[in-house]
């Protein structure tokens, strides 16, 4: 099943990883939330996510479903500030300012492919300004 068609069907994502667990990235995350499902994570993520999502200890999970459940105005606030948060931090037009925060490249610096095409092998890669 591809994740919209599975996110699309949840009212609710609960994103609660081993303590053992190093999340790289929180894609499913920010997936969650730019379909505007309120998120409820545990404190761990709340320097990631700020105010885009609902923390809690895991035995509270079910009790914050159902306050959310019972408050549409909330949850439609949850869910608005999750998406907010996607389009503040990880929208389209976040890449061309975070490219631009980047050092520029030096006369010397070359970019190494790890699986360059087939054609390639025999004559030397172009450096990526």
Same mark, same amino acid.
């Given at each position: 099943?591809?994740?919209?068609?599975?996110?699309?069907?949840?009212?609710?994502?609960?994103?609660? !990883?081993?303590?053992?667990?190093?999340?790289?990235?929180?894609?499913?995350?920010?997936?969650?939330?730019?379909?505007?499902?309120?998120?409820?994570?545990?404190?761990?993520?709340?320097? !990631?996510?700020?105010?885009?999502?609902?923390? +809690?200890?895991?035995?509270?999970?079910?009790?914050?479903?159902?306050?959310?459940?019972?408050?549409?105005?909330?949850?439609?606030?949850?869910?608005?500030?999750?998406?907010?948060?996607?389009?503040?931090?990880?929208?389209? /037009?976040?890449?061309?300012?975070?490219?631009?925060?980047?050092?520029?490249?030096?006369?010397?610096?070359?970019?190494?492919?790890?699986?360059?095409?087939? /054609? +390639?092998? /025999?004559?030397?890669?172009? !450096?990526?300004?």
């Amino acid at each position: 099943m591809d994740p919209r068609s599975f996110l699309g069907e949840l009212h609710f994502f609960v994103h609660f !990883t081993h303590e053992d667990y190093i999340e790289e990235f929180g894609r499913a995350i920010l997936e969650a939330m730019a379909m505007e499902i309120p998120v409820i994570l545990p404190g761990s993520f709340r320097t !990631t996510f700020r105010e885009a999502a609902i923390y +809690s200890e895991p035995k509270n999970v079910w009790p914050v479903i159902c306050e959310l459940w019972a408050d549409e105005k909330s949850w439609q606030l949850r869910s608005e500030a999750g998406r907010a948060f996607v389009r503040r931090n990880s929208g389209w /037009d976040q890449l061309a300012s975070r490219l631009t925060e980047l050092p520029p490249a030096q006369e010397s610096d070359e970019r190494v492919f790890l699986n360059p095409p087939p /054609d +390639s092998q /025999d004559r030397k890669i172009s !450096t990526i300004p």
